[in-house]
């Protein structure tokens, strides 16, 4: 799965469009993000680790590795 498909389900699973993530991204880090900002990263595949995690902080998940069994 990519990260584009991971955060698209869980945008899905909170209900939250990509114009309110923006808006909440923008609060919580005094920096501005747009929603055409992050659709362009998402569809293209260039968003930073530090960006996707950021944005499933702010969703209230948090990024784990798991061992494979």
Excluded: H
């Amino acid at each position: 799965m990519s990260v584009r498909e991971d955060i698209k389900i869980l945008l899905t699973k909170e209900n939250i469009t990509l114009t309110k993530l923006a808006e909440l991204l923008t609060k919580k880090n005094n920096k501005k993000y747009t929603v055409y900002e992050l659709s362009r990263k998402l569809n293209q595949g260039t968003m930073k680790y530090d960006e996707a995690k950021e944005i499933a902080d702010c969703l209230g998940y948090e990024i784990e590795y798991k061992k494979k069994l």
